[in-house]
């Protein structure tokens, strides 16, 4: 039986919570590995307007667009540039369209890498190194990728020596030294959270995301 778009979206909603839930109880993400790939398959059919595949196991596919394109859905909570997404080179030839997700453990979000027509995204596989017969797509090459396509505005800047605060136009935390741009964020901001005396823990008593703590501490320091 199809899902709705709205059971689709509630559904999203549950698989993200569960998901924090097991974060901020200390389970590594790569223990989580089903459930990250359930939040990318239902991730993708939202944002296609489509429905999951009809069968368990669709050979090649997670999920068919509104459009009838059959897609292949990979995701990964990996938050390095290091690391990199297998394909299968026998079930290729059954998916149109190829879309690589991120779960943000920082933000607690979902990042799209790659959403390309199949043949557009076969210019960023290599094969593997080992003797796997997998097609590869290094994270680091869609990073940079994506890195090049952004130019985003910075809203809110903020210093708090020896750090300088940064809020991007798309809500986005960085944290500098100096020259240097430090990630990951969080502890950083959890240190001058603490200086400031302020809780980094909302009203339901769970740790705030980075963009949470960001935006308290910057509007913290603009008030001072």
Partial sequence: MALTQMQIIQSLGEAMSWFEREITWGVPPTEL?????????????????????????????????????????????????????????NTLQFVDRVIVLKVNT??????????????????????????????????????????LKKDVSTVNTVHKAPYTIKELENGTIEVYKGANHITPAKPILREVAE??????????????????????????????
Avoid: C, W
Wanted: charged share 20%; proline share 2%.
């Fill in 33 to 89: 590995r089903h459930l990250i790939g359930r939040i990318g398959e239902l991730y993708a059919a939202l944002i296609t307007n489509g429905q999951m595949a009809s069968e368990v196991n669709q050979q090649g596919y997670d999920v068919v667009s509104a459009d009838g394109e059959r897609v292949s859905v990979k995701t990964t909570a990996m938050m390095g540039a290091s690391g990199h997404i297998a394909f299968n080179p």
């Fill in 106 to 147: 920082e933000e607690m979000q979902i990042e799209t890498l790659l959403n390309e027509e199949t043949d557009k995204a076969k210019t960023f596989m290599r094969e593997s190194s080992g003797n796997s017969g997998k097609l590869i797509i290094s994270l680091s090459r869609l990073l940079n990728t994506n890195k």
């Fill in 195 to 224: 200086q400031l005396n302020l809780s980094i823990l909302n009203s339901n008593g769970n740790p705030f995301n980075t963009r949470q703590l960001g935006s308290l501490i910057i509007r913290t320091l603009k008030a001072k």
